[in-house]
Nanobody, 125 residues
Framework: VQLQASGGGLVQAGDSLRLSCVAS????????MGWFRQAPGKEREFVAA????????RYADAVKGRFTISKDSAKSTVYLQMNNLKFEDTAIYSC???????????????????WGPGTQVTVSS
């Protein structure tokens, strides 16, 4: 699976952004798509995940209620709608794909085998 993320930018606290991740290369029926982020000096952390088949979603506690992950199967695209952005959301956001992922492992980055280049999200306070 090849991935290409876009949509990052510089916004003020309280603003919204929508990230997109276009996937290509194979059938996605057994694929889980995830968004991860990495802030300077910190480890990569899980943000959200969605199962391509069925659309089940999971979120990190830090973004629950503010971020929404969704997909458009016709466009082979996964979105991350980010509302009420906070300074601490500043990071490089990357989308990733995992095939045949045991759902309980949705937040484990090492289990995602395809990664797209990240997109920078900067939130000014």
């Amino acid at each position: 699976v090849q991935l290409q993320a876009s949509g990052g930018g510089l916004v003020q606290a309280g603003d919204s952004l929508r990230l997109s991740c276009v996937a290509s290369g194979r059938s996605f029926n057994d694929v889980t798509m995830g968004w991860f982020r990495q802030a300077p000096g910190k480890e990569r952390e899980f943000v959200a995940a969605i199962r391509w088949s069925g659309g089940t979603t999971r979120y990190a506690d830090a973004v629950k209620g503010r971020f929404t992950i969704s997909k458009d199967s016709a466009k082979s695209t996964v979105y991350l709608q980010m509302n009420n952005l906070k300074f601490e959301d500043t990071a490089i956001y990357s989308c990733a794909a995992a095939s045949r992922l045991i759902w309980s492992n949705f937040g484990v980055p090492s289990l995602y085998t395809s990664w797209g280049p990240g997109t920078q999200v900067t939130v000014s306070s």
